[in-house]
């Protein structure tokens, strides 16, 4: 007890000498290190383990430094919205010269703290430029990989009936419905099928969610709903709830995963067909490892992931690589080159203009 | 009476109330936590040596002597302060265990022993200096600011987060001290927020009138509606007998979805974004900044609410309402005897709770927030209840808690960002000090506190 009472003091002691004032007198400005590339990002609510943008935006960043060992990747979290303006300010303050930060629902932040820091380079996932010269956006038509999702579920199966639902109501989410549905559309009209869709429709922009990217528990329940439909393939676009899908899979049906490759990033590899991959870690990668290339100078343009540059995909198939026909493998690809040559147009009203 | 029952905390009020009303008798406290501290020996085995009580009609002690007897006595202040020092010395001993370089620093703790407790001690206080420098001031950015390197702004911006985040938990916290005070537990502090940041931003985003009428206009509404969520649980408490613990946190579920539809429909969303966020909220309804500049953030919403605590302090303890309430807390029974509408009470306790809840969630809606959106309140209605419970669930106190956990939020995003220290340790620190602060017994026997002779004499005056 007489330990505590002394660590207790020790305390104390510590909280006046960081009221002491300061020895050197005039302190750098902050960009004395001249050799190493501080690359600082802010999460958003999201925190940075969301199995979502924030997670691969970071892994974009580490991966940026595997490449480059100059660039000194660090993040910090926000627990909340308001949280947004002192981290970006903070991490000015630190010196950081490239500052990514997650999600659209940043932006205003971003542009405040960009019009703030004229000279420092900030970049944004999921967002415009926001008017500002220095700030690098990073955005992705994930509609286009979506298609071949939704035609590859059309030609896999049996029942014909596939299944959607998403976590929220909200365009990052819809733009993979959209396009799931479209991919289906185009089964039906080049192989005369009628393969349906639940749980959305395009036409309306209407249909099933959770409300909710994080409950396990509601993304079953909207799973089971799909399957006692006699939906065979689902795909969650749900987050952390999509889980719940994967978890309860047995064999009823087999479940396409959103972002990242779930056949690697979840532990339900086996009922995985495929992934919708929005390659936010190349877009960040290569952001951050240009801005590194030329410190100083800001950044022009900005990242568009297509099916062309790789920054949106579709993931392996792994452990269903037998069991696709090889004829639908081989029209999933065509369609791909079809895309990328412009032969075929996937749009969706969520999709980046 | 110990010092740390927060309803029986004010010995000038609770002699008031026995002579306003002599059918009171003091009743237990409502809430179980506080309940069991009321046998110190039961849960801690604390041994207390009788010769050091003293009995109030001792001879009259200097002041000076007071204050040293009182300095390292169980007074609720002392208590509080190292409940927040043994806070943080468990804070340090997670950070040390969350950063991989000084964990393993640690395996030559016998080999390198110096340098281990040199790294550990560097890596801790340059981790709470950042908080400190976060929250309160940075002495480095003084002494720029002295040879002319950098603005006055940057001296005030840690102080302006502090304020910034404080303003809507001391809203939340009063929310539940009010009704705590009435022997009701208020959870419900998010929803009541959410709905206030509702009403406060519908009316800062849809109009665009002269700054003078919108912004009271906007906290009106946001009042108004954190209120009508409030009374709704005060009205079937009182006719249905329904939990209000249960009430609110359902209430708060409800709210929160509402939220997320609400910013959806086509009258509020924001129709050039892709993503769920509403219309941008208009200058003219904005709360205006204490000091206008872009980087100060600190805004009117913490006048208000330290407006609010007064009004609060005032109700409680000269007011009329407030009294029925507090009369209502101690024992609703004898409260309907002596001709208390314990039901109207209830339900107008409850509608004051949320008013001031909607308060919190309209200072963030107007204050700092840009547009509505899902996440914009994060846990504030939460962490009202903590902020009530450090502050003993007085409105002054309640004021300093919610300073202190402001200035936690500030510092621990510096800290963050600085050290690399994670986010969470802010929320872990701030709920072992409300931890400790309830269960005094334990950081008096940890400190070795010796019983107070003035809460010693409080009591021997209440009881007597």
């Keep these: ?353 | 009476m110990t010092s740390h029952e927060p309803i029986e905390q004010e010995p000038a009020a609770t002699a008031a109330s026995a002579d306003k009303s002599p059918a009171l008798p003091a009743a237990a406290p409502a809430v179980p936590t506080v309940a069991a501290d009321q046998y110190p020996g039961a849960a801690v085995k604390v041994e207390e040596k009788p010769a050091r009580h003293r009995t109030p009609d001792e001879p009259k002690r200097s002041f000076a002597r007071t204050f040293r007897e009182e300095l390292w006595a169980d007074n609720s202040f002392t208590v509080t302060l190292l409940a927040i020092v043994l806070a943080l010395i468990c804070g340090a001993i997670l950070m040390v265990v969350g950063n991989a370089d000084v964990r393993d620093q640690w395996q030559y703790l016998f080999y390198q022993p110096g340098k281990t407790l040199g790294d550990t001690w560097e890596f801790v206080s340059t981790a709470y200096a950042d908080m400190f420098k976060g929250s309160i001031v940075n002495p480095d950015t003084v002494n720029r600011w002295y040879w002319n390197m950098t603005t006055w702004q940057q001296v005030l911006y840690p102080i302006s987060e502090t304020l910034t985040n404080a303003a809507p938990l001391i809203f939340t916290g009063l929310a539940v001290a009010v009704p705590f005070r009435a022997g009701l537990f208020n959870i419900g502090g998010q929803g009541q927020a959410i709905m206030g940041a509702i009403g406060g931003g519908t009316i800062g985003l849809a109009l665009s009138l002269p700054e003078v009428i919108q912004v009271p206009l906007g906290v009106l509404a946001g009042a108004l509606l954190g209120g009508l969520w409030g009374y709704l649980v005060g009205v079937l408490k009182a006719r249905t007998g329904a939990h209000e613990v249960i009430l609110t946190i359902m209430l708060n579920n409800i709210a929160f979805l509402f939220l997320g539809w609400y910013i959806l429909q086509s009258f509020i969303k924001d129709p050039n974004r892709s993503d769920a966020i509403s219309q941008p909220i208009e200058e003219s309804g904005d709360l205006p900044q204490l000091i206008p500049d872009p980087l100060l953030r600190a805004h009117y919403g913490i006048v208000l609410a330290l407006l609010a605590a007064a009004g609060v302090a005032w109700l409680l303890k000269r007011g009329r309402f407030g009294f029925e309430l507090r009369a209502v807390g101690h024992n609703p029974h004898a409260a309907a005897t002596a001709g208390i509408k314990v039901g109207t009470t209830i339900a107008l306790t409850m509608a004051l709770a949320g008013a001031l809840a909607g308060l919190g969630g309209t200072s963030v809606a107007l204050g700092t927030a840009p547009a509505l959106t899902v996440d914009m309140l994060g846990q504030v209605g939460f962490n009202g209840i903590l902020v009530a419970l450090l502050g003993r669930v007085r409105p002054w106190g309640v004021v300093g808690a919610g300073l202190l956990f402001g200035a936690l939020q500030a510092g621990g995003n510096a800290m963050q960002t600085f050290s690399g220290v994670s986010v969470e340790l802010v929320v872990v620190i701030q709920a072992l000090i409300v931890l400790f602060v309830a269960a005094p017994a334990l950081v008096k026997s940890i400190y070795r506190l010796r019983r107070s002779p003035a809460a010693a004499a409080q009591a021997g005056l209440a009881k007597g």
């Design chain 1, 1 to 353: 007890m007489k330990i505590v009472a002394l660590a207790a003091a020790a305390g104390l002691a510590f909280a006046a000498a960081a009221c002491a004032k300061p020895t050197e007198e005039t302190p750098g400005t902050g960009s004395s290190a001249a050799a190493a590339f501080s690359a600082c990002m802010v999460t958003d609510t999201g925190g940075i383990d969301d199995h979502s943008f924030n997670a691969s935006s970071w892994a974009g960043l580490k991966a940026a430094e595997a490449g480059n060992p100059a660039i000194k990747p660090s993040y910090t979290a926000s627990t909340a919205m308001s949280d947004y303006d002192p981290n970006l300010a903070n991490s000015v303050t630190k010196g950081c010269q490239y500052i990514q930060a997650v999600g659209g629902l940043m932006g205003d932040a971003t542009k405040k703290a960009a019009t703030a820091n004229p000279k420092v380079q900030f970049s944004i996932v999921d967002a415009d430029n926001l008017g500002q010269a220095n700030v690098y956006p990073i955005q992705f038509q994930t509609q286009q990989a979506a298609y071949l999702a939704g035609y590859l579920a059309a030609g896999y199966s049996k029942t014909g009936k596939v299944g959607t639902y998403g976590g929220m109501k909200i365009p990052p989410v819809t733009i993979f419905m959209d396009g799931f549905a479209d991919g289906v559309a185009a089964y039906n009209k080049a192989k005369s099928k009628n393969v349906q869709v639940l749980g959305w429709d395009k036409a309306k922009q209407d249909g099933l969610f959770t409300d909710d990217f994080g409950s396990q528990e509601k993304g079953k329940q909207k799973s089971d709903t799909l399957a006692a439909q006699g939906a065979d393939v689902i795909f969650p676009v749900a987050g952390g709830a999509g889980l719940g899908t994967a978890a309860n899979a047995g064999d009823k049906y087999v479940v396409i995963w959103v972002d990242a490759d779930g056949f690697e990033t979840t532990q339900y590899g086996k009922v995985m067909l495929t992934t919708v991959v929005k390659n936010s870690t190349d877009g960040v990668k290569e952001a951050v490892t240009k801005a590194a290339g030329t410190p100083g100078t800001l950044l022009t343009g900005g990242f568009m992931g297509t099916l062309a540059n790789n920054g949106v995909s579709l993931a392996p198939y792994h452990d269903f690589d037998s069991k696709i026909d090889p004829a639908l493998k081989a029209e999933v690809e065509a369609l791909k080159q079809d895309i990328i040559s412009g032969k075929i147009t996937v749009e969706s009203p969520a999709q980046p203009k």
